[in-house]
């Protein structure tokens, strides 16, 4: 919740031009020049940002993610196309005057300046009055929770403390929007979970712009409110962190969220809104399908490993509508928690299944084991490439 005190940081964010998205890009295009060669970093581009959005771009390394933050900063212009930033124009405006931060994996602090100081420098820069800059610095040490830490040093703080004062220098400025470079990629897994949460408590209690550029699923995923999935210059998704995981809308998507099984057959008919798919008279695949499926098409079906049933022995009855695939287990890796399998399916792909340990374990298949799995039909998805 955002308390009153903190209202001058908020102040800044919630004043832009009337429904415009805080960042958009039209039309943007950018090639870099390398060794005579054009390197394509970003390919014809349309993207709006709302304002006070947790947005991040998430995909592999190479795949334009930096190339795009630069843009909105201004350390890099686009070859084609427009970029705005509160509905305002800004293509060709240099990064000092685009009112934007950037916060990176090294936090560059000043080694020989103290937390307060670290947090006041562009403040004082900027000649603001002192008794302000001592009030608004004040706020947003209370905000990153580093309230009594005002004298240590750097070198006197663990790396997630020194992430929070680098956060508390980008954000005392009250930017426009704040851009994130893989801010957590130096900390080690349980500060950078413990850091995800409160960087996302950190933007709502600010409710500044968060640009967040990662190649962790897991983190994106966590953090965001959308996001735009990357792959070759190209956002082949942008959606919800539930939209992207459960409607993947490329093979690719699908395989770089989390783990998917792939799948794919033709249809031999379509009923009630479901085609179905036959591997033999008694394994097959069961998928809401689009309007447009016929029998004969071809289609690619993912399932989440989470969403499978795996029984031993027994064929279930069938009666349920659902997906059927019998199967050889051909690997089983305990996990605490749950017990991954991968099984070898009549629809010629291996499947990953994660199975709960909710029960004890006695019910835990073996090697060789000849299985069967089940699904309902909504949990198959129909790749649309
Ligand atoms: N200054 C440059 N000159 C030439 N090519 C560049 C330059 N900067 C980036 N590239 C190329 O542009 C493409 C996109 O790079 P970019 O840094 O935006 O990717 P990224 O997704 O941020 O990758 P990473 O996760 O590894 O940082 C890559 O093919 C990269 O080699």
């Not at 409607?247 to 794919?264: K, L, Q, Y």
């Not at 709960?356 to 909504?378: C, F, K």
């Amino acid at each position: 919740m955002t308390t009153p005190q903190h209202s001058a940081v908020r102040a800044r964010s919630a004043a832009p031009a009337a429904g415009a998205p805080a960042i958009e890009f039209v039309g943007v295009n950018k090639n870099y020049l390398s060794h005579g060669e054009t390197v394509p970093a970003v390919k014809r581009t349309d993207l709006a940002i709302g304002q006070g959005e947790f947005f991040s771009l998430l995909g592999p390394s190479g795949c334009g993610k930096t190339t795009t933050m630069r843009m909105i900063a201004g350390f890099e212009e686009p070859t084609a196309g427009k970029v705005f930033l509160d509905g305002q124009d800004v293509t060709g405006v240099s990064a000092n005057k685009r009112d934007v931060n950037m916060v990176f994996q090294s936090y560059a602090l000043f080694p020989h300046l103290n937390t307060y100081q670290n947090v006041a420098f562009g403040l004082e820069r900027k000649k603001v009055a002192k008794s302000e800059i001592g009030r608004r610095v004040g706020e947003i040490l209370e905000i990153v929770s580093l309230t009594g830490m005002e004298k240590r040093s750097p070198k006197e703080m663990s790396g997630g403390q020194q992430q929070r004062v680098a956060l508390a220098r980008a954000l005392v400025n009250r930017p426009r929007a704040l851009l994130l470079d893989e801010p957590l990629g130096a900390l080690d897994l349980k500060l950078r979970q413990q850091m995800q949460i409160e960087l996302k408590r950190i933007q709502r209690e600010v409710g500044i712009t968060f640009v967040y550029v990662t190649h962790d699923q897991g983190e994106a995923l966590t953090m965001s409110d959308r996001i735009a999935v990357m792959n070759a210059g190209v956002i082949e998704q942008l959606g919800t962190p539930r939209e992207i995981y459960e409607r993947p809308a490329s093979r690719f998507v699908a395989g770089f969220i989390g783990t998917s099984n792939i799948v794919d057959g033709h249809v031999d008919r379509v009923e009630g809104g479901l085609a179905l798919l036959s591997y033999t008279a008694q394994d097959r695949v069961v998928v809401p399908a689009a309007q447009s499926v016929r029998q004969g098409d071809k289609l690619e079906v993912s399932i989440r490993p989470e969403k499978i049933d795996l029984h031993r022995g027994v064929p279930p009855v069938q009666a349920t509508g659902g997906s059927v695939l019998s199967g050889t287990v051909t690997e089983v890796v305990y996990h605490g928690t749950s017990t991954n399998y991968t099984v070898a399916t009549a629809a010629g792909a291996d499947f990953t299944v994660f199975d709960q340990n909710a029960s004890n374990a006695d019910d835990l298949a073996d090697r060789g084991d000849r299985v069967y799995l089940t699904w309902a039909p909504q949990h198959s998805y129909m790749i649309g490439d």
